[in-house]
């Protein structure tokens, strides 16, 4: 028979467990599944790597309108009604956003009550600066509007970045790079600096970022219907193209090869993001691999674009948004774009290259 006080520390030992199997299962809206997996690194080593997936989205029970506390009414879901014009989901199963086959005020809801922090990063060297102030000015009209947002631009040429007024709970912050007359070198970079800047600054008050072009500007909203681990923008010049089309690197020399008859999808270098977690895992893999073959003297086809294509046809995407994350203003809008929410602007390239 255990003692009085050996009685005690079991009832002690009892309650502390029950305590903590409260707070795993109550404190939080925003509930995880984990699992281990081995995996093996860009070096060739083997690592241990912690995934957390969402396994649900919470709606909040009541919402705050007109001083008056309401269930969100929204129209009824439908599974046989909606877009029939394009696809919305990939073969493994990965939402394709378009406009009509989501809800904002309903995922917005959903997103609110978790807090989220989202940052973005832009490059503005050298002559690119000029497209600074249109992309943030339209920013701060259509981008992650009512959420916490922080704009990190990298630019040789602070003193050039606009004074442009942001709203509450947005801030932007300039990070000094060096700069360079070859576009392609700028492009090359881009890659260690966000896996850097999400090892250094981000880690502990950021849950999502967006990797976006500096030459492009916001025409509608880009919200919470965009947030996934691994975020991929479908390339508006080849979405009707056959993969034998796509601009892929084809030389297997480099660590950027993806052979005729493979591929998914060709996707944007100007636009991609997710959490921080699976993009600080891109960025790292796609320096390793662009800086590996540089030592071989190769430069892949579209420098970290032609790399990230590779990454993202063996990690597969957890979510793709259409044409519409990133048109280009010299094309005329195809008859299933229903609205252009980003685009790269129209511009002379013999001005702006080099770029200094």
């Keep these: 028979m255990p003692t009085s006080k050996g009685r005690v520390v079991i009832v002690v030992a009892a309650v502390l467990l029950l305590l903590m199997l409260y707070c795993y299962f109550s404190s939080s809206l925003r509930v995880f599944v984990s699992f281990e997996q081995e995996q093996e690194t860009p070096d060739g080593k083997s690592e241990i790597v912690f995934n957390n997936h969402v396994f649900n989205l919470v709606a909040p029970d009541q919402i705050k309108k007109l001083w008056n506390y309401r269930h969100l009414q929204y129209k009824q879901p439908s599974i046989v009604q909606g877009r029939t014009d394009v696809v919305t989901v990939t073969p493994w199963l990965a939402p394709v956003v378009w406009e009509g086959t989501f809800n904002p005020d309903l ?36 981008f992650f509007i009512g959420f916490k947002v922080h704009v990190y631009v990298f630019t040789d040429r602070p003193n050039e970045v606009p004074q442009v007024k942001m709203a509450p709970g947005r801030k932007l912050t ?36 967006f990797c976006l072009d500096v030459d492009s500007k916001f025409h509608g909203r880009w919200g919470t219907e965009s947030l996934g681990g691994l975020v991929a923008v479908i390339h508006p010049g080849y979405y009707w193209d056959p993969r034998s089309k796509f601009p892929y690197e084809r030389r297997p020399q480099s660590r950027a090869y993806v052979a ?24 790292k893999t796609c320096r390793f691999n662009f800086e590996a073959d540089a030592k071989e003297g190769i430069e892949a086809a579209w420098q970290e674009e032609s790399h990230l294509n590779r990454y993202m046809w063996i990690n597969k995407p957890s979510k793709v948004l259409s044409p519409e994350y990133l048109w280009q203003d010299f094309k005329s809008r195809n008859r299933e774009i229903h609205i252009i929410r980003f685009s790269g602007v129209i511009k002379n390239y013999a001005e702006i290259r080099p770029n200094v």
């Design 174 to 209: 300039v990070l000094s790079v060096p700069s360079s007359n070859r576009w392609q070198e700028i492009s090359a970079r881009r890659m260690e600096l966000i896996q850097k800047l999400i090892e250094e600054r981000l880690l502990s008050n950021t849950d999502y970022i």
């Design 107 to 142: 995922l917005d809801s959903i997103y609110q009550q978790q807090n989220i922090s989202v940052a973005a990063t832009v490059f503005a060297v050298g002559k690119y600066i000029m497209f600074l102030k249109n992309f943030l000015e339209t920013a701060e009209q259509f």
């Design 260 to 283: 005729q008859g493979e591929g998914d999808f060709y996707y944007c270098g100007g636009a991609f993001g997710g959490s921080l977690r699976e993009v600080h895992q891109l960025a």
